[in-house]
Nanobody, 124 residues
């Protein structure tokens, strides 16, 4: 399964973006899912995770209060609403999903399916 991300782009400091992740024709919305990001020269890190039902979420300390992960079952799509963006939020954002493990998956190795990534650049 190859997940499909959209919504990245260039935004100014303090701006907002909403990323989306769909299943590329496959129903993945009932999977445990997450968003990761990777800045140049740095390791990929967890941004947020959401359980299969969407009832539980986890956000990294660096994005708490600014980013929100959510799911829309009717659209088979996961979202990451990003507000008050900072230059250190710049990076490639990846969505991930796993059909078996859960409820909240915080490690890269927990996920079987990944998207190709979408670039987010925050200018100061």
């Amino acid at each position: 399964v190859r997940l499909v991300e959209a919504g990245g782009g260039l935004v100014q400091l303090g701006g907002s973006l909403r990323l989306s992740c769909s299943g590329g024709g496959r129903t993945v919305i009932n999977y445990a899912m997450g968003w990761f990001r990777q800045a140049p020269g740095k390791e990929r890190e967890l941004v947020a995770a959401i359980s299969r039902t969407g009832s539980s979420t986890h956000h990294a300390d660096s994005v708490k209060g600014r980013f929100t992960i959510s799911k829309d079952s009717a659209k088979n799509t996961m979202y990451l609403q990003m507000n008050s963006l900072l230059p250190e939020d710049t990076g490639v954002y990846y969505c991930a999903a796993d059909p078996r493990r859960g409820p909240l998956l915080v490690k890269i190795d927990d996920y079987d399916f990944w998207g190709q990534g979408t670039q987010v650049t925050v200018s100061s």
